[in-house]
């Protein structure tokens, strides 16, 4: 089965910096493609960074430039790293991923239908 396991969510004030962990079986994180959404109340998931196997990575305009991911590969973990953060990226922030058949998956994509597998989520909260 599997298992993503997000941390590393909170309250922070506007302009801070909140970095959000998702720990992932060694298979998951080496063959999926991986990323993270988020969602507010009421609103659509959207997604808002993706990467994939060979490293290619895809931000939606609204975190550009703020959030970036990384990989830890010792540990099988991804992180985001969010900064300057505002009240608008307030929401449940969620790990996903998926595959589409490959064996090493290629082509992330921010659309969150695609994906298989997801975390429980985190709370991230930014007051202004």
């Known amino acids: 089965q599997v298992q993503l396991v997000e941390s590393g969510g909170g309250s922070v004030q506007a302009g801070g910096s909140l970095r959000l962990s998702c720990a992932a079986s060694?298979?998951?994180?080496?063959?999926?493609?991986m990323g993270w959404f988020r969602q507010a109340p009421g609103l659509k998931r959207e997604g808002v960074a993706v990467?994939?196997?060979?490293?290619?990575?895809i931000y939606s305009d609204s975190v550009k430039g703020r959030f970036t991911l990384s990989g830890e590969n010792a540990k099988n973990i991804l992180y985001l790293e969010m900064d300057s953060l505002k009240p608008d990226d307030t929401a449940m922030y969620y790990c996903?991923?998926?595959?589409?058949?490959?064996?090493?998956?290629?082509?992330?994509?921010?659309?969150?239908?695609?994906?298989?597998?997801w975390g429980q989520g985190t709370q991230v909260t930014v007051s202004s």
């Open positions: 990467i994939d196997r060979y490293g290619s990575k």
């Open positions: 996903a991923a998926e595959q589409r058949g490959y064996d090493f998956c290629h082509g992330a994509s921010l659309e969150s239908d695609l994906y298989e597998y």
């Open positions: 060694a298979y998951i994180f080496n063959h999926f493609c």
